[in-house]
């Protein structure tokens, strides 16, 4: 599997900065992806990282908020904008390779 | 879509002990299972995984059973040890988008 990096591993920010989230993979993957995950919670897909093109945002996720690049197969931006207490969580990179999927180390972010 | 339902949410057994975590799932166009497992502040690693066409596979302590008719997997974890308590995702895919299970922390005791 391909070995997946994420940068920074934890910040914290005041409300109403941006911070971007980098993901690099060692190895080009097709399908790359950004999850959120909530204190003590499941993950839930925010959107797919299309390389070329704009991202696919899933439900309850928009692109002003939650921009993402993907300039070619090997790295990955999420950025959050905007930020408020409620974006605090555990941003994760992934990737798919031979329909198997998996993830980064993740960055902890804590908004105050 | 899919939804992938997982119990229970917290399950504690004595080391040596055998682990149970159980999922269903809704939509019969699902064919791929994964397992993951999240230690404290890192990322869910891959354990194992399950194919529609298999009914069961094992690796070494681990072992996962599907029921297509059911629509139901389980992750099996033999002579269980403390390195395993962690918190346990499973999930589904359909349409090459996975969702997640709510997750299991499961606790071995020494």
């Known amino acids: 599997s391909a070995v997946i990096s994420q940068k920074p591993s934890r910040d914290i920010c005041q409300r109403g900065t941006s911070l971007t989230i980098q993901c690099q993979v060692d190895?080009?993957?097709?399908?790359m992806f950004w999850y959120r995950q909530q204190p003590g919670q499941s993950l839930t897909l925010i959107a797919t990282a299309n390389q070329g093109s704009e991202a696919t945002y899933e439900s309850g996720f928009v692109i002003d908020k939650f921009p993402i690049s993907r300039p070619n197969l090997t790295f990955s931006t999420l950025t959050v904008s905007n930020m408020s207490p409620e974006d605090s969580s555990i941003y994760l990179c992934s990737d798919m390779t031979y329909n198997e999927q998996f993830f980064g180390p993740g960055t902890r972010l804590t908004v105050l | 879509g899919e939804n992938v339902e997982q119990h229970p949410s917290t399950l504690s057994v004595q080391e040596g002990d055998s682990a149970v975590i159980k999922c269903t799932y809704s939509d019969s166009a699902s064919n791929y299972f994964p397992w993951y497992k999240q230690e404290l502040g890192k990322g869910p690693q891959l354990i194992i995984d399950i194919r529609s066409n298999v009914g069961e596979k094992k690796d070494q302590r681990i072992a996962v059973t599907l029921n297509k008719t059911a629509k139901h997997f389980s992750l099996h974890i033999t002579e269980t040890q403390p390195e395993d308590s962690a918190v346990y995702f499973c999930a589904a895919t359909s349409a090459r988008q996975l969702t997640f299970g709510s997750g299991t922390q499961l606790t071995v005791l020494p």
């Open positions: 190895s080009q993957v097709t399908m």
